[in-house]
């Protein structure tokens, strides 16, 4: 990298003015929805006193914690909204339906290894270039770095990938050591922004990554919120388009163009430099969840399901005060002497000679049939939008059918298998372009020289975990006689001789 500043149309300092203004608008658009969706996905605890202090203020015996989703729940169940006061707060039951179904998508995606094959003919050829990617991956991050990678894309519907690179290490390097200078990086939609031209909504002119700076150097509401905690922060944080403020001084942040780089660290431009192996190339994968026409960012899997998941979590705290109401029985005396603070037990005669004299019980835990029903359909909501049935998370609620258990769980997980098909496109994409750019730097720095037509790759991905074994090598054996390569036969099933891929 050599230390020139980079520029756009001449001007020295309009990359870091057009991304000062990108940062500022994503703080205050995107970045508040982002982190609503992060929260409902991973639903994290506030810490709201000593967990050994069971006794509040006012007397009250409640939690020592919060839950990220009470931010949807009505002020009936959790209160005034505070996070610190027990003021109003009912009986409130948190259940994450969206955390494991997210969990089970990127476990049907990167739940096993998963191997980058090169299209290059030449056989040695293609043995070092699948070596050094396989190296460059797993010096990432491997296949822990790839469900990072999945889990950002189902939570925010999209991620992008960095290939960062140290030009001038990596031209003075040997093949094997590639990966100490060539790496890939997912990069957080939270803190990640990209300027997109205005044309072509696919074509990215600038890309920036800022990493906030300390809450002190934030207003003083801001720092006033951070004092509440987060989760009223999540609760007061609204979308606006007026005078989106610019980055916190204290703030980190890198500048990416097809030119070149720049580092900001608070006002000050740390380091600067421009492209020297690959000049005109921005070096940054873009990767939707699922396709969105017309719209950088994908689909995720939170948003359609945050309403439905306020409603289960409302129902199952109005079911677990009503539990509580009715948990045990109550009496109503009427015209009995001696009955005040008495409790009724066994064996126990009251005698009156009031003829107009009674005992009513009540509470006890009714049936609620429509109440079941409700939540029930509620679930049932949640399976249809997000493709993922409770089997998927090993609960069986009733008899799969008449079917082969392989046959009875592939129809009833068809939805889940189906969307995953379909995300294997998008993500493959993405993972086969990083590679693709990796062996483009490679073969600049001339440590792996290669033609433009060996630089092809293509992700081999495993089979599906429902999918039957003997169905799965009858397929392989039919492939083989009609004439499919016989490493590429034993690749998809998983009984490669060589390396079993990114691990």
Known sequence: ??????????????????????????????????????????????????SGAAQTPRGTTRGWYRSAQEIGLPARIVGNGTSGDEHGRKEVVIE????????????????????????????????????????????????????????????????????RVDEQALIASRPADAERWVSIEPIDAR??????????????????????????????????AARRGWLDRLRSERRTTRNHPTPSDTGISEVFTPDGWLRVEGAEVSAKGSWSLLPGVLPVVHIQNMSQPFVYEGIGEVEGLV?????????LSDRASRVT???????????????????????MVWSTDNPD??????????????EEAHIGEIREAMDKISGVPPVAGGVVRAKLGNLSSANALRVTLMGLIAKTMRKRVTYG??????????????????????????????????????????????????????????????????????????V
Do not use: C
């Open 1 to 50: 990298m050599t230390d020139q500043l980079m520029t756009i149309n001449g001007d020295a300092n309009q990359d870091w003015l057009r991304a000062r203004e990108a940062i500022g608008a994503h703080a205050h658009r995107s970045k508040p929805r982002y982190e609503k969706l992060w929260a409902y996905y991973r639903n994290p605890i506030e810490l709201v006193r000593a």
């Open 96 to 163: 994450n339906d969206i955390g494991w179904r997210i969990a089970a998508m990127v476990d049907f995606m990167f739940g096993s290894p998963i191997r980058i094959e090169s299209l290059a003919t030449d056989e040695d050829t293609k043995e070092e270039i699948e070596d050094t990617l396989e190296r460059v991956w797993e010096g990432s991050g491997g296949i822990a770095m790839l469900q990072d990678l999945a889990t950002l894309g189902h939570v925010f519907g999209h991620v992008d990938l960095l290939v």
């Open 191 to 224: 803190r990640g922004v990209a300027v997109l031209s205005d044309t072509d909504y696919r074509d990215i002119e600038l890309y920036a990554l800022h990493i906030a700076g300390a809450d002190a150097a934030e207003p003083a509401p801001a720092r006033e």
């Open 307 to 315: 309403g439905l998941q306020d409603e289960l979590n409302t129902r």
């Open 325 to 347: 109401m009715q948990s045990f029985k109550m009496y109503l005396a009427k015209g009995i002497d001696g009955f005040r603070g008495t409790s009724v037990n066994p064996g």
């Open 357 to 370: 004299a009674s005992i009513t019980s009540f509470g006890g835990d009714a049936n609620s049939p429509s």
């Open 429 to 502: 994409r993405g993972i086969e372009q990083a590679s693709t750019l990796v062996l483009d730097y490679l073969n600049a720095a001339g440590v792996l020289r290669t033609d433009p037509k060996d630089r092809g790759v293509r992700v081999v991905w495993s089979p599906m975990p429902v999918v039957d074994e003997e169905s799965v090598i009858a397929a392989g054996r039919a492939k083989l006689e009609l004439g499919v390569d016989e490493q590429r036969v034993l690749d998809e099933l998983g009984y490669s001789e060589n390396d079993p891929g990114v």
